[in-house]
């Protein structure tokens, strides 16, 4: 009789594509997992990989014994998650990208705690993260969601709702004062040649912007940068330039007056926040909740 145990290995590896990237997540090591999976394949009396380049394939018993596996596994994550809806004090598990913005998913999530206090004390842990590192965690089912800007790059990886956000361009009240609130952005940029606020080179928003630069045929001295949103959101409203940012990031910065929009145009490109979930897996209790209240928060800017 085959081991359940050499199984879920396999089962886990295959997802992963990689021995090494499935023993971090089995939390052994390498070479314990490669003779694990040896004596599941001499038990079965089929070898379930091949080589291929530096990476492994699936030989066709390996996507057949895969299919069988990821029906038992993911049933049983089903059956998991049924009866985590049903304890007193639901539990939740999300992975939020290092590209995100911290206050907004504050929000977004405080929001889901209030309903959730109503019914019974919730059990949600964040967890942030470079975007590779907390798509692994997805799929080991170490979390239930994951915040991100980037698209999913596995067939197993689906997207459970957009959220589109405009970026605008912002400045401070005492730096817009002194711009024509008429024109286009593009047009106060190309005439008055302010300091621009940007992201570093490693986050998308970063990469949008200087496409939306190129564009325009747009060469503008860049004074401040930073990883952190919030970083940049402050050094515009401290006066130090202009900044690209998705309007959702600064709502409450735009509400008190201490940044404002610069120029006619309210949306010069769209931002994507996308909450990620593995396939096929039914969201209940709190993920059920988090999904509706994305979805409901991405149809508040369909039209914006």
Same mark, same amino acid.
């Given at each position: ?18 021995? !090494? ?21 001499? !038990? ?11 990476? *492994?394939? /699936?030989? %066709? ?11 038992? &596994? #993911? ?32 929000? /977004? ?39 991100? #800007?980037? $698209? $999913?790059?596995? %067939? ?15 400045? !401070?009240?005492?730096?817009?004062? +002194? ?14 040649? $302010? ?8 986050? +998308?928003?970063?990469?949008?912007? %200087? ?7 747009? #060469?503008?001295?860049?004074?401040? #940068?930073? %990883? ?11 006066? &130090?330039?202009?900044? &690209?940012? $998705? ?7 735009? +509400? *008190? ?9 309210? @949306? /010069? ?9 593995? +396939?096929? @897996? ?10 509706? !209240? ?11």
């Amino acid at each position: 009789m085959f081991n359940f145990n050499h199984l879920y290995y396999f089962y886990l590896t295959a997802r992963c594509g990689s021995v !090494s990237q499935a023993a971090r997540q089995l939390r052994i090591s390498q070479p314990s997992l490669s003779s694990q999976l040896k004596v599941l394949e001499t !038990s079965l009396g089929r070898a379930l990989f091949r080589r291929e380049g530096r990476g *492994l394939a /699936l030989t %066709d018993d390996g996507r057949l014994i895969q299919g069988y596996c990821r029906a038992m &596994f #993911e049933v049983a994550d089903d059956l998991k998650a049924y009866l985590d809806r049903d304890e007193p004090g639901s539990r939740l598990a999300v992975g939020v990208s290092n590209e995100i913005e911290r206050p907004f998913v504050a929000e /977004l999530v405080g929001s889901l705690l209030v309903g959730a206090r109503k019914a019974s004390p919730p059990r949600i842990s964040m967890i942030s993260g470079r975007h590779q590192a907390l798509l692994e965690s997805l799929l080991a089912g170490e979390i239930d969601l994951v915040l991100a #800007e980037r $698209p $999913p790059q596995s %067939d197993t990886v689906v997207e459970q709702a957009t959220l589109d956000m405009p970026v605008i361009l912002v400045g !401070s009240a005492g730096l817009a004062s +002194k711009l024509p609130q008429t024109a286009l952005p593009t047009h106060i940029l190309r005439s008055r040649r $302010p300091g621009l606020v940007l992201p570093t080179e490693k986050l +998308k928003l970063r990469h949008e912007t %200087d496409a939306f630069l190129q564009r325009h045929r747009l #060469e503008l001295p860049v004074v401040f #940068e930073s %990883d952190m949103l919030s970083a940049l959101s402050r050094a515009v409203a401290e006066g &130090f330039g202009l900044g &690209f940012l $998705p309007a959702p990031y600064v709502e409450r910065e735009l +509400k *008190l007056g201490t940044i404002v929009a610069i120029g006619q145009t309210k @949306r /010069l490109w769209t931002h994507k926040m996308r909450l990620l979930t593995r +396939k096929g @897996r039914a969201q209940a209790g709190l993920a059920g909740a988090l999904v509706a !209240s994305f979805a409901q928060l991405a149809r508040q800017y369909e039209t914006s």
